[in-house]
């Protein structure tokens, strides 16, 4: 199991979320079949939406973060439920690059530099919440950074990190977010910018088997803190078939009549956890006379 932790120091100015989602890139390494640096580009996509998901305060409410970008990826998309747990779709799960400048896998590189974030978050409300921000570097920390100082306005710090096994299995993986409360003052800053200066990397910290309670009480290191929440969180997905009918019905009836018409029972893989379902032609007529009405 992954697990996210929800930090505030008790003077309440600084907010921290940590997060292990080792288990939760292992599986979407395992299901999307990802190359190095797809996995630790979708981990870091997923960790973030992990993070993003346990703030959500709503039983029913969700966060899905989409980046559409020009590098070989493609789309990335991750949704998070109000308990961290994640799934998500990568365009394409199979790109080779050789490592960074600094010898790491080249996140940035496959992403892509030119292209969006979107942040959609489902309050329950009529309408989602939709934030956009263009990226500012692809590597996926520094975008989420962007995204909060942009859209929400609220001063941000996010690292995210996986580490990939030669034999392409996910080592470690894991992430933070701090955030200035509004009751915070120039003092906080200074003491976040000196916390993070020998900060070792979050993955390193997680693969040494610290939790994330153990990273936000090392980070936030001569404060008190008050763990707020904490939740154990895996990739889950929620399809079903009737989800899957839904989909189909939504692409039309010109489509529907075509699957009817072949008749051949067909196979369809949830985009996001790959499970297989089936459908024949009386399937495809049920859900045409659906579409009509
Ligand atoms: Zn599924």
Redesign the pocket.
């Known amino acids: 199991m992954g697990k996210v932790t929800r930090c505030i120091t008790t003077d309440g100015a600084i907010m921290m979320m940590a997060a292990d989602t080792t288990d939760i890139v292992a599986s979407a390494e395992q299901i999307h079949g990802t190359s190095a640096v797809v996995t630790a580009a979708f981990g870091r996509l997923l960790t973030a939406c992990s993070l993003m998901g346990q703030s959500l305060k709503g039983e029913d409410n969700s966060i899905s973060l989409q980046i559409k970008a020009d590098g070989p990826i493609g789309t990335l998309l991750a949704v998070s439920d109000a308990h961290a747990n994640v799934?998500g779709y990568v365009g394409q799960p199979i790109v080779e690059l050789p490592l960074n400048r600094q010898g790491k896998l080249d996140v940035g590189g496959a992403v892509g530099k030119n292209g969006n974030l979107y942040v959609v978050k489902d309050l329950g409300l009529k309408e989602p919440y939709v934030g956009q921000v263009p990226l500012v570097s692809g590597e996926i920390a520094e975008d989420i950074t962007s995204y909060f100082a942009v859209s929400e306005q609220i001063p941000t710090v996010c690292a995210l990190g996986v580490l990939v096994n030669p034999d392409l299995s996910c080592k470690a993986a894991g992430g933070f977010i701090i955030q200035l409360l509004p009751g915070a003052i120039e003092e906080d800053i200074v003491f976040i910018e000196n916390a993070l200066k020998d900060l070792e990397n979050v993955s390193s910290m997680i693969a040494q088997g610290m939790t994330p309670e153990a990273i936000c009480r090392l980070v936030l290191k001569g404060r008190e803190v008050e763990v707020l929440d904490e939740s154990a969180c895996e990739y889950r997905?929620?399809?079903s078939k009737e989800r899957i009918e839904k989909a189909l019905i939504s692409t039309g009836e010109k489509t529907l009549r075509e699957l009817a018409e072949g008749g051949k029972t067909e196979e369809i893989n949830?985009?996001?956890?790959?499970?297989k379902y089936y459908f024949d032609t009386q399937d495809f007529l049920r859900l045409l006379k659906q579409c009509k009405s």
């Open positions: 799934r997905c929620n399809c949830c985009q996001f956890c790959d499970k």
